[in-house]
């Protein structure tokens, strides 16, 4: 039986992971929408709903995901209204109500699975776990130099360099937690290995989700002109015949106190990572500072928000978890 488990593709931003998702979006079984805005702060906003058992509640949830201006609804090209009813008649759960957006998604392109793709989606590993809790999570990595080269370069990235150390940093370690998931709900990947040879890294990780290769896969600037619009793509060529992520330009796009701070500060994770060091010297102390200052902020925040939501998980009225896939429903049948 093929696999209708959902997929997760997570990383920091500028890995490749809007070329991953091309990748999977031209796979004849998958689908990958652009990035929405509702999984997570759904999960976090699930009491304002109230009880999902209940008629009015789902629809409640429905229309707030069609109609909140913030959640991306837009991006999927459904129809609201029907959207709302297949919740309403949908498992009363919440994963069940967002797993239905993605999957009516995948069906309006003829596909029986979907994924999704989003930044930040490493910080909430264990909310989508929640939400659903077969899901297969993919891992791309990319050297954080370059990540911290692209980043600054970026016009929509309006913090320094200090923050994109640290963002690499931190999804560094993400990754690293995730490795504790079962053998088959976690797959790392590394940017360079998948350019160096996209037919036998993206073959190795369609045999981890159950799928067989298709070599569309391996050419995503095909499916770029169908479901990425020229002024919003990440990439200044995604259009046109190459991607724009070369592996290794960091050395020619840092300058040498930002290639210290990298190494310095990222030294043991990109040695985790198999990205070699230069022997670049070590970075000013004020400048690892100002990354561990960042870094114990954005620590204390997400403790904060982990709190919460662990005293919230008290409150919960019914499961949070999606039923929609053959391996949930079996789950729910055993219960």
Same mark, same amino acid.
């Given at each position: 039986?093929?696999?209708?488990?959902?997929?997760?593709?997570?990383?920091?931003?500028?890995?490749?992971?809007?070329?991953?998702?091309?990748?999977?979006?031209?796979?004849?079984?998958?689908?990958?929408?652009?990035?929405?805005?509702?999984?997570?702060?759904?999960?976090?906003?699930?009491?304002?709903?109230?009880?999902?058992?209940?008629?009015?509640?789902?629809?409640?949830?429905?229309?707030?995901?069609?109609?909140?201006?913030?959640?991306?609804?837009?991006?999927?090209?459904?129809?609201?209204?029907?959207?709302?009813?297949?919740?309403?008649?949908?498992?009363?759960?919440?994963?069940?109500?967002?797993?239905?957006?993605?999957?009516?998604?995948?069906?309006?392109?003829?596909?029986?699975?979907?994924?999704?793709?989003?930044?930040?989606?490493?910080?909430?590993?264990?909310? @989508?776990?929640?939400?659903?809790?077969?899901?297969?999570?993919?891992?791309?990595?990319?050297?954080?130099?370059?990540?911290?080269?692209?980043?600054?370069?970026?016009?929509?990235?309006?913090?320094?360099?200090?923050?994109?150390?640290?963002?690499? !940093?931190?999804?560094?370690?993400?990754?690293?937690?995730?490795?504790?998931?079962?053998?088959?709900?976690?797959?790392?990947?590394?940017?360079?290995?998948?350019?160096?040879?996209?037919?036998?890294?993206?073959?190795?990780?369609?045999?981890?989700?159950?799928?067989?290769?298709?070599?569309?896969? !391996?050419?995503?600037?095909?499916?770029?002109?169908?479901?990425?619009?020229?002024?919003?793509?990440?990439?200044?060529?995604?259009?046109?015949?190459?991607?724009?992520?070369?592996?290794?330009?960091?050395?020619?796009?840092?300058?040498?106190?930002?290639?210290?701070?990298?190494?310095?500060?990222?030294?043991?994770?990109?040695?985790?990572?198999?990205?070699?060091?230069?022997?670049?010297?070590?970075?000013?102390?004020?400048?690892?500072?100002?990354?561990?200052?960042?870094?114990?902020?954005?620590?204390?925040?997400?403790?904060?928000?982990?709190?919460?939501?662990? @005293?919230?998980?008290?409150?919960?009225?019914?499961?949070?978890?999606?039923?929609?896939?053959?391996?949930?429903?079996?789950?729910?049948?055993?219960?």
């Amino acid at each position: 039986m093929q696999s209708d488990r959902p997929i997760f593709v997570i990383g920091c931003p500028r890995s490749g992971t809007t070329m991953l998702r091309l990748m999977l979006h031209a796979h004849p079984r998958i689908a990958v929408p652009p990035e929405t805005r509702f999984t997570v702060p759904a999960y976090y906003y699930r009491f304002a709903f109230g009880d999902l058992r209940e008629e009015p509640n789902r629809r409640r949830l429905g229309r707030w995901i069609v109609r909140d201006g913030d959640t991306g609804f837009e991006e999927l090209g459904l129809d609201g209204d029907r959207f709302v009813e297949d919740v309403v008649v949908g498992p009363p759960t919440l994963g069940s109500a967002i797993g239905i957006a993605f999957r009516s998604y995948a069906a309006r392109h003829g596909r029986p699975r979907w994924a999704d793709r989003r930044s930040g989606h490493h910080h909430q590993v264990d909310v @989508i776990r929640r939400l659903f809790p077969d899901a297969q999570f993919v891992h791309l990595v990319r050297d954080g130099r370059d990540c911290v080269a692209s980043l600054k370069e970026m016009p929509w990235y309006t913090r320094d360099v200090f923050h994109a150390v640290n963002s690499w !940093a931190e999804a560094a370690d993400c990754g690293r937690r995730a490795r504790r998931l079962p053998a088959d709900g976690y797959y790392e990947l590394r940017y360079e290995d998948l350019m160096a040879d996209p037919e036998i890294e993206l073959g190795k990780l369609c045999a981890f989700l159950g799928e067989d290769y298709d070599p569309a896969m !391996a050419e995503p600037c095909l499916v770029a002109r169908g479901v990425i619009p020229q002024a919003r793509s990440p990439y200044p060529n995604a259009r046109g015949e190459g991607v724009a992520l070369r592996p290794g330009s960091w050395t020619s796009r840092l300058e040498p106190w930002e290639v210290s701070l990298c190494e310095t500060v990222l030294g043991e994770r990109l040695a985790a990572f198999g990205y070699e060091p230069t022997g670049a010297p070590a970075a000013d102390r004020a400048h690892v500072a100002a990354v561990e200052e960042i870094a114990a902020r954005r620590r204390r925040a997400r403790r904060r928000q982990e709190v919460r939501d662990r @005293i919230n998980r008290f409150r919960e009225r019914g499961p949070v978890a999606a039923q929609l896939t053959v391996r949930q429903l079996g789950e729910l049948a055993r219960v």
